[in-house]
């Protein structure tokens, strides 16, 4: 139970935190610059993979990574860095969809400002991280959430191997198939223990952000 | 030439879909108070934001007297602009990344003057309207600017704030040698102020003239016009 438990802190917490080293950079790029049409044509590319079905990322991972697949040389299939992947896919779009609008409206406000001041690209982006380091912080954990909550992914690129990529959604979806109720009970109470520490830690970093 | 803050020549500026915002303006800023007048939309801050290089004119030129450098220049925004810190923390940040070290305005007495020194560890977002332009103000005026561009600093904010905002203009530029140019639709605010008026009608310069001459007898028909719908409302020329 523990191991599961490791496994799938281990994969969500890496997973996510390379989307979100991915995602801020991209954020304060699309932040920073005017209406064109790269930017639109990202922005919607984004918006739509914020709502993509996890099963179907799983699906073209599992054709990649598969052994007729254009990625078979990797040797990823089945294997933990294959689910760190499908969850990088996941959770990048919601990492930068979440703290876009905010860092948008605060570097459109400060523009003139920081440029009064002569303030340096570095020194600018200083600022902006630190300013909005709640909405960063958030945005993080959203994208925690969406990697420790999925399991369709999970389960066709990592197949739910006991002892090395199995995790607790895949778990939970195994032993109810196996009529392990109460088993899948126990890991469904870890899962909304995980969900409620972090939905707190949100709450906490919304309301620190407000005041 | 040599008195001169800025001067702009043949100035343009179109929007999008080619509305034009600027046309044709040429004029020259003095040193000491100038204010532009004009009603709402007749292009006073994009005028302001084009002198302090916020925006490309669309054509033609604008100089910065030879006398002066960038680093020179501090702009007051309308909706005054802060950073998500204390009051105390907005005036450590200008005081470290200013270029100009020089220590001619003291924080402490800007603070005191402005009645903000009993709100130094607040934070900024706690301030009410009037209190975040008086911030805004202070921390421009610590860049030790000779020029201080200011975009209608008084709007939105009450009469005892306003008169405090206006006392300390006024003293910047009568015993600090600081240039202002400042847009307002506050009539005795810019009589107490101006040394030269430029009105402004539709994203052209009507008039530009001398403060005195102008709330005496304003010249051109759109400037008149403009006085008149202050008659009865406060005392006007």
Redesign the interface.
């Known amino acids: 139970m523990i191991e599961i438990l490791v496994t799938t802190l281990q994969v969500s917490l890496s997973a996510s935190l390379i989307a979100f080293i991915l995602a801020i950079p991209l954020t304060l790029w699309m932040a920073n610059k005017k209406q064109s049409y790269t930017k639109t044509m990202l922005m919607m590319g984004l918006t739509m993979a914020n709502s993509l079905p996890p099963v179907f990322v799983g699906l073209v991972l599992y054709l990649l990574f598969s052994f007729t697949g254009f990625l078979k040389e990797m040797e990823l299939l089945f294997t933990r860095s294959a689910m760190i992947t499908a969850q990088i896919i996941l959770s990048l779009p919601v990492v930068v969809i979440s703290a876009y609008s905010s860092i948008r409206i605060y570097l459109a406000?400060?523009?003139?400002?920081f440029?009064?001041?002569?303030?340096t690209r570095l020194?600018r982006l200083k600022?902006t991280l630190k300013?909005n380091i709640s909405t960063l912080q958030v945005a993080y954990l959203v994208g925690l959430g969406r990697c420790l909550s999925e399991v369709g992914a999970v389960m066709i690129v990592g197949g739910n191997i006991r002892g090395d990529t199995r995790v607790l959604t895949s778990s939970i979806v195994l032993e109810t198939s196996r009529g392990n109720i109460s088993q899948a009970v126990y890991l469904g109470l870890m899962l909304l223990g995980i969900s409620v520490i972090l939905s707190t830690t949100i709450l906490i970093f919304q309301k620190n952000a407000y005041? | 030439m040599n008195n001169s803050i800025f001067t702009v020549k043949s100035l343009s500026l179109f929007g999008e879909g080619g509305y034009r915002i600027l046309s044709e303006v040429t004029c020259l800023f003095s040193q000491g108070g100038n204010v532009i007048l004009g009603h709402n939309g007749a292009g006073k801050t994009s005028l302001l934001h084009i002198l302090a290089g916020f925006t490309k004119p669309s054509v033609g030129e604008v100089y910065l007297g030879s006398s002066y450098t960038n680093y020179e220049v501090a702009f007051v925004f309308q909706k005054p602009i802060l950073l998500r810190r204390t009051v105390q923390q907005n005036i450590d940040f200008i005081l470290s990344v200013r270029k100009n070290k020089s220590n001619i305005f003291i924080p402490s007495k800007l603070l005191e003057r402005l009645d903000l020194d009993r709100k130094r560890h607040n934070h900024a977002d706690m301030l009410s309207g009037g209190e975040r332009q008086k911030l805004a103000l202070i921390m421009a005026l610590l860049l030790n600017p000779k020029i201080l561009i200011l975009d209608e600093p008084t709007a939105n904010i009450d009469l005892k704030t306003e008169s405090e905002v206006e006392s300390l203009l006024f003293d910047l530029k009568q015993y600090h040698g600081v240039h202002i140019i400042l847009t307002t639709h506050i009539i005795s605010q810019a009589k107490r102020l101006s040394d030269n008026v430029v009105y402004m009608h539709e994203g052209r310069i009507s008039e530009v003239t001398s403060g005195d001459l102008f709330f005496k007898h304003p010249v051109s028909e759109p400037a008149r016009n403009y006085m008149n719908s202050f008659l009865g409302t406060e005392p006007c020329y």
């Open positions: 406000e400060r523009r003139n400002f440029q009064i001041l002569h303030l020194d600022i300013e005041e």
